[in-house]
């Protein structure tokens, strides 16, 4: 089974991702958060917007009044996206992770092949090993 889809049609497109902004109750909390798990830089900071850049990607944190995170796990299936993290090591990761803000859920599905975590604000995101390299 294929989870690649492709249009054929490189050359041309509608549109280009610039960033991806996420919701959260303190965004200079989780711009350092963030910046510290993937070793990229906080490029702004306050009380109603952080914003980390790192290897050609940026991620936004945007303030909102009364937030609540995802449910982790959540028996409605109302399950919004996430951010999937490659690792070295799950132990380690989730140790240093969880040392700079991080936790760990009792509930962890995939019988031990990625593992979710909760970054400060309680949304899930998840760890995966990284593929080995081939010589």
Known sequence: ????????MRAESTAAL???NIDSADP???ARFYAAALGWEVTYSDDNYGMVEGDGVKIGFGKIEGFRPAQW????GAKRFHLDLQVDDLDDATKSLCAIGATQPDFQPGEGRWRVLLDPD???FCLS?????TS
């Open 73 to 76: 796990p959540d028996e409605a």
């Open 28 to 30: 200079a909390r989780q």
């Open 18 to 20: 610039s960033m991806v």
């Open 1 to 8: 089974m294929s989870h690649t889809y492709s249009t054929g």
């Open 122 to 124: 309680g949304q899930p």
């Open 129 to 133: 090993p990284r593929p080995a390299a």
